[in-house]
């Protein structure tokens, strides 16, 4: 046996005796302290915050979490008033007080609140006070002080920043007021606003953090059916998806354009966008590659890019996406140098048919017509590429960028590939596929 091998079993010797010594009061107590259970990500954040803000995505235990925080505040807090908000009063008494995570269902007997419905009111054994209240109504919060509390799914509350400005007036008594808003995602305006807030921890999370209370046929649909998407992005990793103010291409429109990976059948003619980074330090190598269908509808197929390639690196995954796919031609940018870039192509394959084009004219001119395209439906997307469509989110009217990264490098790949794509529908140049 190993030394790491009889630690372990030394580990759970050690266990077994532990519990054989506890009470039946003692395990009762462990069973309901949330402590015990929690996971990190679950933890009230380290430092002096008064808002904590939990974005994560569905599944996560966002709920358990806020109603257990709540219920500590309020059990070592005698007298304390806390708010309870939700974007409805029915919301607040269904999910934050009466579901199978709110605080009815995980107080032990011993200081379950006593809840009385008509009143919106939960009431400890030691005093501690929690009101429910609806974001629908920001004036209900008028009025009253309280010195904790727990915002359930801000990002839908229908008067937001109206229903949260109140209750912050709101929060003037005790030591350290504070707030904990649990919530999925969306890039609303209080949501946006509250991140750049000094005074808010942020805490993101993602359904799989809870994978061990789901059910994994669950898990496994929804990443079948949502991943990669904006829907299970937002939903399920919960990610903060906001659109770019003048980007050329929204989250909504992509996802309009989006089609299942094997519904592109077999191309009529295949072209590999490349932007090539401008040293072996530099950015990523954006490799897209599009595809002209028999419906005569354009569509993304790969998306082949190469995070800080080694010199050579890239042009050989170029080299491969075009066997992959028997593409007909290979865009490159040539602002790094046309002469170079055609070179290194040859050297990882001399057959491919390269095409260098300069950005001298802009960015914008170009990616403009290809929006365009997307707009009018001739675009599809064959599956889910979330960092180039994070990059096209980022591309902005006039040539801006404010997406991820320096560079748009996938982004501008896939629109040499389209806009090559586009010319060629436009002179009629529609041959079959041609294999390199």
């Known amino acids: 046996m190993t030394g790491a091998v009889a630690r372990i079993a030394e580990g759970r010797k050690d266990l077994d005796r532990w519990l054989k010594a506890l009470s039946g009061d003692k395990c009762a107590a462990l069973l309901t302290d949330w402590r015990w259970w929690r996971r ?58 009466e579901g199978e995570s709110g605080l009815l269902a995980i107080a032990p007997d011993a200081s379950r609140p006593d809840y009385e419905s008509s009143l919106r009111r939960l009431t400890w054994p030691n005093g501690a006070v929690a009101t429910l209240y609806s974001a629908a109504e920001p004036d209900s919060l008028r009025g009253p002080q309280h010195e904790a509390a727990w915002c359930d799914e801000i990002a839908k509350w229908p008067q937001g920043e109206a229903a949260w400005d109140n209750l912050m007036l709101t929060m003037r008594v005790g030591t350290q007021p504070q707030v904990v808003a649990t919530t999925t995602p969306r890039g609303v305006p209080l949501v946006r606003r509250l991140i750049k807030e000094k005074g808010v921890a942020v805490t993101r999370g993602h359904t799989r953090s809870n994978r061990l209370n789901l059910s994994p046929r669950w898990l496994a649909t929804m ?104 593409a007909e031609r290979v865009v490159a940018e040539s602002n790094m140098g046309g002469e170079m870039v055609a070179a290194m192509l040859a050297h990882a394959d001399a057959r ?77 140049r529609v041959v079959g596929v041609r294999r390199v």
């Open 40 to 97: 990190e990500d679950q933890c009230p954040p380290a430092g002096d915050w008064h808002v904590w803000m939990l974005l994560a995505g569905r599944g996560f235990g966002k709920t358990r979490t806020g109603a257990e925080w709540v219920r500590e505040f309020a059990e070592a807090t005698p007298g304390a008033r806390i708010a309870l908000v939700a974007a409805s009063l029915h919301e607040a008494r269904q999910v934050m007080v």
């Open 223 to 326: 990443a079948a059916i949502y991943g990669g998407t904006r829907l299970g992005r937002q939903e399920l990793n919960g990610e903060l998806l906001d659109d770019v103010e003048g980007a050329l291409w929204s989250r909504a429109l992509i996802e309009r354009c989006r089609v299942a990976a094997d519904a592109v059948g077999k191309p009529v003619r295949v072209v590999i966008g490349v932007d090539p980074p401008a040293s072996a330090q530099g950015d990523a190598c954006g490799i897209v590659v599009a595809a002209l269908l028999r419906d005569r509808r354009l569509a993304v197929i790969e998306d082949a890019s190469v995070e800080r390639p080694a010199p050579g690196v890239w042009a050989q995954a170029v080299a491969a996406a075009a066997a992959r796919w028997g």
């Open 352 to 428: 491919l048919p390269v095409r260098a084009v300069h950005a001298s004219v802009g960015k914008a001119r170009r990616a403009e017509p290809v929006a365009l395209a997307y707009e009018r439906g001739q675009v599809v997307h064959a599956g889910a590429f979330e960092d180039l469509e994070d990059q096209l989110c980022g591309l902005q009217i006039g040539g801006g960028y404010a997406g991820p990264g320096r560079s748009p490098d996938r982004g501008d790949a896939c629109v040499w590939a389209l806009a090559a794509l586009l010319e060629g529908v436009r002179m009629g």
